[in-house]
């Protein structure tokens, strides 16, 4: 059977609170058995989206469908729907199996029928052996999975988790991220994951929808969002990103050329939604990696300013740099590799460089 695209459908969502516009007129399509992050600063409404798709806050306008249900008006417990709140919302005086039972008891079902179905569950979440700990006798990684297997376990056409892993330290959420990815794959369910951690949103989910100030700005794969963000504030938020301003002074070829002040002219690719016209302001985004540090001037044509090293850090696995550039307020910041341990070259700061880069290298976004 052909898996719906649309399987999660918001048309024109809003949700005001008072003046503050929490959610914007958003509209969104999830295919089936997607993993979809929503990505996005605090503040900017994840939370409030995922609210009014789980049923636990209704819209001001603005419609939401499962697989082709109108669901915009049923209540929470009418949904297809399971949520994972960030507070992981055990139950303390219940044991492991008791926690991921609850919400077949409320159903009532047979004691066999529920006992197959938890130790389902518990395998699937690898709690096995847990079953009898008390809420408190699990570590936080544990306590997350009990979430998990709590929600899935009522077999919801859709998960909605938000912020799941924000509790847990660092390691700990890093080998979540794969745990969670592996068992969403499995399982097949439909996945809708907050987050305001892009690096978790980019490891993790098929597609991504960047949020600003209670809108959608780009929905994208990872790949994409990383290499053809929309705007400089989607560039900004995904990584780093070098931010020159730049006027358009033409057109060749299917080209924009573009003046970037310091860093001179150069032609680059139109933007997607568009050629800008002459006389546009621009600005040309470069990824600190796309830069190329050398100590010598590269041959002529190339695409090369010249500066001075302010700083250079040695990161174990890369090198990061800081160069000025006469007639540029903010540095220049720069990213290089150590495949090997002699890649690392002692660089001295203060002295003379040249930043090299591909065409390719350089994004033209709107200003
Ligand atoms: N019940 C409410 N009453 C009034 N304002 C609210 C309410 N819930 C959310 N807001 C406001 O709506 C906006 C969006 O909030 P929301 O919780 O959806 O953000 P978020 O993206 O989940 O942020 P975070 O990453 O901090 O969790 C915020 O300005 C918030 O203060
Ligand atoms: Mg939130």
């Not at 049923?55 to 603005?62: K, V």
């Not at 002219?265 to 470069?286: D, L, Q, W, Y």
Request: hydrophobic share 40%; charged share 25%.
């Amino acid at each position: 059977m052909e898996k719906r695209s649309d399987f999660v459908s918001l048309r024109d969502v809003s949700k005001h609170f008072g003046t503050v516009r929490a959610v914007d007129g958003v509209s969104l399509d999830i295919a089936q058995g997607e993993f979809f992050a929503l990505l996005g600063p605090s503040g900017c409404g994840k939370t409030t989206l995922l609210r009014i798709l789980g049923g636990f806050e209704a819209s001001n306008s603005g419609s939401v469908h499962i697989d082709g249900a109108d669901l915009t008006i049923e209540p929470a417990n009418q949904r297809p729907v399971n949520m994972v709140f960030q507070n992981y919302a055990i139950f303390p005086h219940m044991n492991v199996r008791q926690n991921i039972a609850y919400g077949l008891r409320k159903d009532g079902l047979s004691k066999a029928e529920i006992s197959q179905r938890v130790d389902e569950a518990v395998a699937t979440v690898k709690l096995e052996g847990l079953g009898d700990r008390g809420s408190h006798e699990i570590s936080g990684g544990q306590r997350q999975r009990v979430a998990l297997a709590r929600a899935l376990i009522k077999h919801p056409k859709v998960l909605l988790l938000d912020e799941p892993l924000s509790a847990l330290d660092k390691n700990l959420r890093e080998q979540m991220r794969v745990e969670l990815r592996a068992l969403q794959q499995k399982v097949g369910i439909t996945f809708i994951f907050v987050t305001h951690d892009q690096e978790e949103a980019l490891s993790m989910a098929d597609r991504i929808a960047v949020m600003f100030e209670g809108e959608v700005r780009q929905v994208d794969t990872p790949a994409r969002l990383y290499e053809a963000p929309a705007s400089r504030e989607v560039a900004a938020f995904i990584g780093s990103m070098n931010f020159f301003d730049a006027s358009v002074v033409g057109a060749e070829g299917g080209k924009i050329i573009v003046d970037a002040g310091p860093l001179g002219k150069m032609s680059m690719a139109p933007p997607e939604e568009g050629a800008p016209v002459k006389g546009e302001a621009v600005t040309v985004g470069i990824r600190p990696e796309k830069l190329t540090l050398g100590e010598a001037p590269p041959s002529a044509g190339a695409n090369a300013i010249k500066g001075k090293l302010t700083a250079a850090s040695y990161l174990g696995e890369r090198n990061h740099f800081f160069v000025t550039v006469d007639g540029m307020d903010e540095p220049i910041s720069v990213a290089s590799q150590n495949s090997s341990p002699m890649d690392h070259k002692g660089w001295s700061e203060g002295g003379e460089v040249w930043l090299t880069w591909e065409p390719a290298g350089a994004r033209l976004l709107r200003a």
